[in-house]
Nanobody, 111 residues
Framework: QVHLVESGGGSVQAGGSLRLSCAASGSIDTMGWYRQAPGKLRELVARIFSDGSPDYADSVKGRFTISRDNAEMTVYLQMNNLKPEDTAVYYC????????WGQGTQVTVSS
């Protein structure tokens, strides 16, 4: 069983930045972030594979950067130039034989 602990959400104005962190309690392979806005389906934001290669949703390319520290089993999501449409609950996830989820952290971007 792998536990994920997220931190770093909050409220910012449009154009601002936030950094999310997610620490895993055990071995993991792929890690990443999904988000879910009110009334919408959960969508993939970004993921990073064990070799460090990233994958981004088109809506965040050029604004968000995902990275990981394998020694600390932690994944980061640097979010720059935030837009009101980025407002959502962000969920960390990790995959290692099965999928694990964090508790979610709220990101609110005001115009």
């Amino acid at each position: 069983q792998v536990h994920l602990v997220e931190s770093g959400g909050g409220s910012v104005q449009a154009g601002g930045s936030l950094r999310l962190s997610c620490a895993a309690s055990g071995s993991i392979d792929t890690m990443g972030w999904y988000r879910q806005a009110p009334g919408k389906l959960r969508e993939l934001v970004a993921r990073i594979f064990s070799d460090g290669s990233p994958d981004y949703a088109d809506s965040v390319k050029g604004r968000f950067t995902i990275s990981r520290d394998n020694a600390e089993m932690t994944v980061y999501l640097q979010m720059n130039n935030l837009k009101p449409e980025d407002t959502a609950v962000y969920y960390c996830y990790a995959w290692y034989h099965e999928t694990y989820w964090g508790q979610g952290t709220q990101v609110t971007v005001s115009s």
